[in-house]
């Protein structure tokens, strides 16, 4: 987007993904690819650095979403400053041997095992030896009464959908879970990577950091003392204790094979075809002043007001500057993150109220709107019939909107009445007619930018969804070295727990922290 007259501030690059929610079957693919890669070892079995949710459902662990009980994320005190919600530095030395806002493992659920031994080793007999689940952390016989998405089919099942953090105010009472009625779909997660990280900030050891060359979150297995306050501080529970090691543990948005060039595994292995990867540029300078916008409804447009346009000669020139490598600025200039985000506006975060800024976007799922233009005796030809009908699909627009846009139902039906006016435009196209072009003008797309916007959702190619430059090599002893303040802290700010993030250095190998 051009910058007009605000000057171009520090450029960073950030490594960020794009699901297309209208895509995702529930197949858990990627959820299974992750676990193998990344998890399948003791004292993470109930680790999930990918699950994949169905919604409405109270998600995993239960109610990950209701800050006012897991204290997670960020917001802002009496003056207007950004303030941890899990509490300032003094309130984590009080608690730093007893934290109680934690989940249990309850709200996760107890791994189990099975004894595979009886299956062999049973005498012999008329009835078929059956292995028994077995408890990995007791090693007694033990009960499966929740998963990671136990709520897989019928909308979360009234049994617990109910529970649904989202679903509150007045308009709950629309929702319904009887069968004819219900709604679903899936919603897949991982580590949002996120530009203002409460996990980074919270930290008493400084384990936690964000690499400066892509913005990857990781944890410094070295330096982690099992204090748990990153679990606390992040608001989408992606943080979990090895019970091993007592160590923190998260997704690593697949590190070495983001470095290689290569998508991550989940990315890799979705059978739906519905993540994308790709480069952002931001301005590093203005990442606390978008957290802390005063309005929770525009947080989106503050956050997208961080990121810069790759093909602005101004941005590229700071971008050199800043050392982006001219392969990483051919990279974001290709990046279908920045398309879908910036560009055509689809792509919504998850819960942006939580003011730490993610980097993993959605585009949210569109139900059959010609059906429910049928329905209520419309012409489907007609734009004005079309677009009437998306405010009354079987997904509410205020349950889309407590997920993506802090509430703000206009904004989700503007994305929903694009996505609509794509769909029909180039239904048209593809039955030989030259196609209505008003619909689009109403949503603002050209046709240009419609063939485009259909080409990347619809059909786009391996080449296209993922374009991950690979890491210089070069670059990593400078790197190791650099002394940088977090994109999110402001010089001199106060170390008194008010800080925007309380990360004094950024370090490919390392980074300090409050203590």
């Known amino acids: 987007m051009p910058r007009g007259e605000v000057p171009v501030g520090r450029v960073m690059a950030q490594i960020a993904m794009v699901m297309n929610l209208d895509k995702c079957i529930g197949c858990h693919t990627c959820s299974v690819t992750c676990k193998q890669t990344w998890t399948n070892r003791t004292g993470v079995e109930y680790a999930w650095f990918n699950n994949v949710e169905t919604k409405p459902g109270v998600g995993y662990p239960r109610r990950y979403e209701d800050q006012g009980k897991w204290k997670g994320g960020w917001m802002l005190d009496q003056h207007g400053r950004l303030v941890l919600r899990s509490g300032g530095r003094v309130k984590r030395l009080m608690s730093l041997f007893s934290n109680p806002d934690l989940p249990a493992i309850d709200d996760y659920y107890e791994p189990v095992t099975y004894d595979y031994a009886n299956l062999v080793s049973a005498p012999a007999g008329p009835d078929m030896p059956v292995a028994h689940p077995r408890s990995v952390l007791t090693g007694r016989p033990a009960a499966i009464t929740w998963g990671a998405n136990w709520e897989d089919g019928l909308g979360g099942a009234p049994e617990n959908a109910g529970g649904d953090p989202n679903l509150t105010g007045a308009w709950a009472r629309k929702v319904k879970f009887e069968f004819e ?92 075809r519905l993540r994308y990867l790709g480069l952002l540029l931001y301005d590093a300078d203005r990442v606390g002043e978008a957290a802390a916008t005063p309005d929770e409804k525009d947080l989106l447009d503050a956050q997208r007001g961080v990121f810069l346009d790759p093909r602005d000669p101004e941005v590229i020139a700071a971008a050199r500057a800043s050392g982006i490598p001219e392969d990483w600025l051919d990279a974001a200039r290709r990046s279908p993150v920045y398309d879908l985000v910036a560009r055509f506006k689809v792509a919504l975060p998850l819960h942006p109220e939580y003011r730490t800024m993610p980097m993993v976007w959605y585009v949210p799922p569109l139900s059959p709107v010609l059906d429910a233009v049928d329905a209520a005796g419309g012409d489907q030809d007609d734009p004005d019939h079309v677009f009437a009908a998306v405010t009354r699909l079987r997904i509410p627009l205020e349950y889309l909107a407590e997920l993506f846009t802090a509430g703000d139902t206009d904004v989700v039906a503007g994305v929903l009445m694009k996505l609509t006016a794509l769909r029909s435009y180039m239904r048209e196209r593809s039955l030989g007619e030259a196609g209505d072009e008003t619909a689009l003008e109403a949503v603002g797309l050209t046709p240009r930018e419609a063939e485009d916007m259909h080409r990347l959702l619809a059909v786009a190619k391996y080449a296209d969804r993922y374009v991950v430059p690979a890491a210089h090599k070069e670059d990593a002893a400078a790197l190791s070295a650099i002394e940088s303040r977090c994109p999110a802290e402001s010089p001199g700010e106060p170390s008194d727990g008010k800080v925007l993030l309380g990360i004094p250095r950024l370090r490919r190998d390392t980074a300090g922290g409050h203590s």
């Open 181 to 272: 009625q219900t709604f679903l779909f899936h919603l897949p997660r991982l580590c949002e990577h996120c530009l203002n990280p409460a996990c980074v900030s919270a930290c008493p050891s400084g384990a936690m950091y964000k690499r400066v060359e892509d913005g990857i979150v990781l944890v410094d297995q070295d330096r982690c003392r099992g204090w748990r306050m990153c679990v606390t501080a992040c608001p989408y529970k992606k943080v979990y204790v090895n019970h091993a090691t007592g160590k923190a543990e998260k997704c690593t948005f697949c590190f070495p094979r983001i470095e290689a060039g290569q998508p991550t595994v989940c990315s890799e292995t979705c059978v739906g």
